[in-house]
């Protein structure tokens, strides 16, 4: 499946975004869906993920309560709504997808199988 993201850019602390994965190239229904984070000199890191229907998700303990992760699986579209942005978000955000056949919901890097390229997100103080 190929993914790209969109959405990022540069907001004040306490704004909102709302970050965009489309997906291409497979049933996206099928597949386990998360969002990671890179922020500069850190490794990257899990943010959310959401099961094939939607009806089970995960969050880091950083995010919960302030990000929504969601899916649209008539568009083939995965959303972050991220609210209550701080400046220790900043990063840069990537989708991802774990292969068709696994239904859990994981927050190892090692677990998924493809990656979008990635959109900034900045909040400024």
């Known amino acids: 499946v190929q993914l790209q993201a969109s959405g990022g850019g540069l907001v004040q602390a306490g704004g909102s975004l709302r970050l965009s994965c489309a997906a291409s190239g497979r049933t996206f229904s099928d597949h386990v869906m998360a969002w990671f984070r890179q922020a500069p000199g850190k490794e990257r890191e899990f943010v959310a993920g959401?099961?094939?229907?939607?009806?089970?998700?995960m969050y880091a303990d950083s995010v919960k309560g302030r990000f929504t992760i969601s899916r649209d699986n008539a568009k083939n579209t995965l959303y972050l709504q991220m609210n209550s942005l701080k400046p220790e978000d900043t990063a840069v955000y990537y989708c991802?997808?774990?292969?068709?056949?696994?239904?859990?919901?994981?927050?190892?890097?090692?677990?998924?199988?493809?990656w979008g390229q990635g959109t900034q997100v900045t909040v400024s103080s």
């Open positions: 991802a997808a774990r292969r068709g056949w696994l239904i859990t919901i994981t927050a190892d890097i090692e677990d998924y199988m493809y």
């Open positions: 959401i099961s094939r229907n939607g009806g089970s998700t």
